[in-house]
């Protein structure tokens, strides 16, 4: 079983709408979550960066942690063709800040 | 600034050819990394600085040896690659610290090796 579960998509959704991307992971020593974003033949960037249960919201995203159901949720509101992209969730545990566990990524598209 | 640049962004090679892959960061962070990312896949850990001294190896083959210069400064020495080794290469930087270890990407570079 993968540490991290992320759902590959395709995720195709029209312009405008509410989009929900999640992760669940099974090492309960996992504490730190961050969401990035990946443009084809590109770097991921940081999008949000969460640490206790709860919700974090930044502009038109919301990222959302569930420890106690080892659930991560990220939620893009009026969703723009410019978020297509693969959304990758990651998360640091608590024994050792170097290593980062990638979900495999969810490819995000916004049909205008 | 939280840039993470990266050098160079393509790159091909033939299998007898000796490359390297340059990563420059100036946020002051005490931590590198390089990664490898091939289509579709998410990054996958290869190399860790901390502190300019190399603490993860993932059991990475040695055509692919690392160097970190200085705080600012990671580079990966690339000797005798083969064809699947053509991939995203990707650098990235943390500040090292409980709860800020966040890290920040760089573009990459595209490795094709022929």
């Known amino acids: 079983q993968k540490e991290v579960e992320q759902d590959p998509g395709p995720l195709s959704v029209p312009e405008g709408a509410i989009v929900s991307l999640n992760c669940t992971y099974s090492?309960?020593?996992?504490?730190?979550f961050m969401w990035y974003r990946q443009y084809s033949r590109k770097g991921p960037e940081l999008l949000m960066y969460?640490?206790?249960?709860g919700n974090k919201e930044d502009g038109r995203f919301t990222a959302q942690v569930d420890k106690s159901s080892k659930y991560i949720s990220l939620f893009i509101r009026d969703s723009q063709p410019s978020d297509s992209a693969t959304y990758l969730c990651?998360?640091?545990?608590?024994?050792?800040?170097?290593?980062?566990?990638f979900g495999s990524g969810t490819k995000l598209n916004v049909k205008p | 600034d939280t840039e993470v640049t990266q050098t160079p962004k393509h790159l091909v090679m033939g299998m007898t050819n000796k490359k390297s892959l340059k990563c420059e960061q100036h946020?002051?962070?005490?931590?590198m990394y390089w990664y490898k990312q091939k289509a579709k896949k998410p990054p996958e850990l290869m190399f860790v600085?901390?502190?300019?001294?190399?603490?993860i190896n993932e059991s990475v083959p040695s055509r692919f040896s690392p160097e970190c210069p200085n705080s600012s400064l990671l580079n990966l020495h690339l000797h005798a690659l083969q064809p699947e080794d053509s991939a995203l290469y990707l650098c990235?930087?943390?500040?090292?610290?409980?709860?800020?270890?966040?890290?920040?990407f760089g573009p990459g570079t595209r490795l094709t090796v022929l």
């Open positions: 990235a930087s943390s500040q090292m610290g409980a709860g800020t270890d966040t890290q920040y």
């Open positions: 090492n309960s020593a996992f504490q730190y």
């Open positions: 969460t640490y206790s249960s």
């Open positions: 990651a998360m640091i545990s608590r024994d050792n800040f170097n290593k980062f566990y």
């Open positions: 946020m002051g962070h005490r931590a």
């Open positions: 600085y901390s502190y300019e001294k190399l603490s």
